[in-house]
């Protein structure tokens, strides 16, 4: 079975890093396009970051210089490293595999998220 | 940016109804690159089409999508008790990847 378990999230002073997790099963990560997707009372859902097979990264521009999405093969694990929080960083992270084939793309699976909460 | 803008915001329907929800984009997204969601409470977005019109697997057919340019269109043919959430368009045309703001299917 494909599945994807984030965990990491939790309170944290304004300022302050965080790491997220996100096991994958069923499938290697490391062969995979992997997003992080967030959901913020703000902006709603938010695309974060995301990693390519090849290694390639990207981010929005509202995490660009903050956060560093990565994996490790050993684990086949997926990590997104948050640094110099801000409370509008609040919100429900999720990690996806992307479909990508025949041109087409999507965020196909989705973990179950994880919940951070900013606040001093 | 793209920015999508989804409507209705609410659409109240009974079970047995057609719904149809709209993702109008502030420029030209690829046909490629736009897919739907559903979210219900509590609960992941679940991909429902993508590639504009391609339901992903395990996607009852009562669901279908359609468009191009810059209008785009989700069609829910029967509304079954299930399919009362959520719903959500992505365009990935252009990075920052952006979703619009939703559109909740509630009971009449």
């Known amino acids: 079975e494909v599945k994807l378990v984030e965990s990491g999230g939790g309170l944290v002073q304004p300022g302050r890093s965080l790491r997220l997790s996100c096991a994958a099963s069923?499938?290697?990560?490391?062969?995979?396009?992997m997003s992080w997707v967030r959901q913020t009372p703000g902006k709603g859902l938010e695309w974060v970051s995301v990693?390519?097979?090849?290694?390639?990264?990207y981010y929005a521009d509202s995490v660009k210089g903050r956060f560093t999405i990565s994996r490790d093969t050993s684990k086949n694990t997926l990590f997104l490293q948050m640094d110099s929080l801000t409370v509008d960083d609040t919100g429900v992270y999720y990690c996806?595999?992307?479909?990508?084939?025949?041109?087409?793309?999507?965020?196909?699976?989705w973990g179950q998220g994880t919940t951070v909460k900013v606040s001093s | 940016e793209i920015v999508l803008t989804q409507s209705p915001g609410t659409l109240s329907l009974s079970p047995g109804e057609r719904a149809t929800l709209s993702c109008r984009a502030s420029q030209s997204v690829s046909s490629n690159y736009l897919a739907w969601y559903q979210q219900k409470p509590g609960q992941a977005p679940r991909l429902l089409i993508y590639g504009t019109s391609s339901r992903a697997a395990g996607i009852p057919d009562r669901f279908s999508g359609s468009g191009s340019g810059t209008d785009f269109t989700l069609t829910i043919s029967r509304l079954e008790p299930e399919d009362f959430a959520e719903y959500y368009c992505?365009?990935?045309?252009?990075?920052?990847?952006?979703f619009g703001q939703g559109t909740k299917v509630e009971t009449k």
């Open positions: 992505q365009q990935f045309t252009t990075s920052p990847w952006t």
């Open positions: 996806a595999r992307d479909y990508y084939a025949s041109g087409r793309y999507a965020h196909e699976i």
């Open positions: 990693i390519y097979s090849g290694g390639i990264t």
């Open positions: 069923g499938f290697t990560v490391n062969n995979n396009y």
